[in-house]
């Protein structure tokens, strides 16, 4: 049970982060802590995709996210521009040289370190950031440092012991900060998302220690569906904003399209409770029981399936409930086997079959109809070995 408990309303000490303008609103200096979501929707779908803005700037969406992968994705933003006025955010995902195409239709591009390794591999990832800085400059872009557990800077991963989560996380978002400062590019912020509220947590705050100047944008990767997903941001954000942590926040939910309006409103109450001083505590065997993680899918999604098919794991793991066992359920196939990779057990979606892994292990690929029978037998095993090994508390 989640209990909700009220401390004295505090005046939040804002850490003194630099002013950044996103089309019509800033995040950063003291102003008030920006809300924002990501259109699921394929952004050449373009009537589909401006729907979606609309519907979540009526929730209050004070920034909305679009992906663009593709020179067809480019091409449909500019049309998508040309329909709605909102302050629109570009994530590159893998393809940073779509940058120069979208930036004149945006207000800010989002970039992801670890992404920069994937194409022309013979370019420094250096030189990479140099020319985001440069088309950002030239069309007066903010940029996003979007650091992601799923899929870190490979160099900064080969730093640090494979247990440590944080260290490259850290070092990449730092490294990247120092790059800019040393471009002389100002308007930029980043995150540092987890899929374990509690490592964003600890990754914001030391951020935030390091360089207090820098805009944070708060979020739980992965959160889940809700309530689940909510609670999971919330307990994170409700440690953070209080020390005058964050500057933007988005709540990621797993929800079909038509619902996507509800992290706005998710958004809206957490911050609400926080100025009220109303928490919502964890309950007190959180990290001992199950956990299912998914993403809130995005133009990338592989198959439409997706969404329904995490609900479907959620109902059939129910019987797993009081084991200390995390399922991943991703929707595609650039985050998915990173993120997969520390649960106990990862399903990501193609568009015909799903892969099914055991930690960082492929079990197979399963069709949308297999999917479920087989990962009740992995999970019947993974309880067994658990049991052999002392019971609901022996880690998975
Ligand atoms: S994992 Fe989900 S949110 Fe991430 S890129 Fe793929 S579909 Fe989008």
New binding site residues.
Partial sequence: MNVMSTAARADWPRNPTRAVAIGSITIGAGSPIAVQSMCATKTTDVSATVAQIEALQRAGADIIRV?ADTRADAAALAEVRSRTSANLSVDL?ENYRLAEAVAPHVDKIRYNPGHLYHHQTDVAWADKVRYLAEVASRHRCAIRVGVNCGSIDPAQRAKFALDDRLGPMLASAWEHCELLDRLGFVPYCVSLKDSDWRLVVEANRRFAAARPDVPLHLGVTEAGMPPEGVLRTQWALQELIPQGIGDTIRVSLTVPGHRKHEEIEAARKILNDIAAGRRVEPPPDELGRLAIVS????????NEA?VALAEEVRRLARFAESYPITIAV???????PG?TDSADLGL?CGPSRVNLKRGGELVGAFSYDEILPRLRLELEALIARLEDRGGKNAPA
Avoid at 297 to 302: K, L, P, Q
Avoid at 330 to 336: A, D, I, K, L
């Fill in positions: 992906a995902q993403c809130p899918s995005c133009a990338r999604v592989e997706f991703m929707g595609c196939r650039v985050n998915g993120e990501w």
